[in-house]
């Protein structure tokens, strides 16, 4: 087996060092926003060489699409862990609320906006984008209406639809609030809307 200095195979140094600017990426867009995220600040931050860097992403487009997936795998990884052990009882919808609610916060989804908001104009992050996002919005959905004891699939889709855009809005003007009180409340308010949906 080839080992690298370390004790790592060259394989292991592979994943490792597309991990680590994977990760850089993510950073340099929560950081800088998608216009200040150069390939030099991404190769700075995750600490390689240009060499290694064009050795695994040939340009920024290539980069900043396996950062979406990367990303995508993120909030669908954080949500699989936060509804591992979730069962059918009348809490269920609540912490999967929350599960959501934590999939579409902290720097994966800050680096998604910044991603969303350029693939507005860029027609190649927009095509790489799209079905990213279709498959977590897929396997957000399946959980939901697994979880959300809604017998009506009209209304439980609606709901759900309602869902992720309240999340991602209080996640989008966290910064305008000086209450953040104020989101538990409108999610507690939702909630609510939603039981008689159960009910009925």
């Known amino acids: ?10 394989r292991e140094q592979h994943a490792r060092t597309r991990e680590a600017l994977l990760g850089a990426t993510i950073r340099c867009l ?11 600040r991404i ?21 900043l699409v396996a950062a979406i997936h990367h990303i995508a795998d993120i909030r669908l990884h954080h949500v699989d862990e936060l509804t591992t052990d979730l069962d059918d009882g009348p809490e269920a919808l609540e912490q999967l609320v929350q599960a959501i ?7 994966a989804f800050q680096a998604a906006i910044e991603l969303w908001v350029a693939a507005r104009t ?3 992050l927009r095509a790489a984008l799209l079905p990213v996002e279709k498959r977590l919005d897929s396997a957000l ?3 939901f209406h697994h979880h959300a004891g809604i017998p009506d699939p009209g209304a439980a889709s609606t709901a759900f ?14 910064i305008m609030r000086t209450d953040q009180s104020l989101a538990d409340q409108i999610v507690e308010d939702w909630l609510t809307t939603v039981a008689r949906l159960r009910r009925g």
């Open 43 to 63: 190769q700075d931050a995750a600490g390689v060489s240009r060499g290694a860097l064009l050795h695994h992403f040939g340009s920024k487009s290539e980069l």
């Open 30 to 40: 929560v950081d800088h926003g998608y216009a200040g995220t150069t390939t030099q």
């Open 1 to 10: 087996m080839n080992r690298k200095p370390g004790g790592l195979t060259r």
């Open 141 to 143: 959905r399946t959980l």
């Open 122 to 124: 860029d027609r190649l």
């Open 101 to 107: 609610r934590s999939a579409m916060a902290g720097p």
């Open 161 to 174: 639809e309602s869902l992720m855009a309240l999340v991602r809005g209080l996640e989008l003007t966290r």
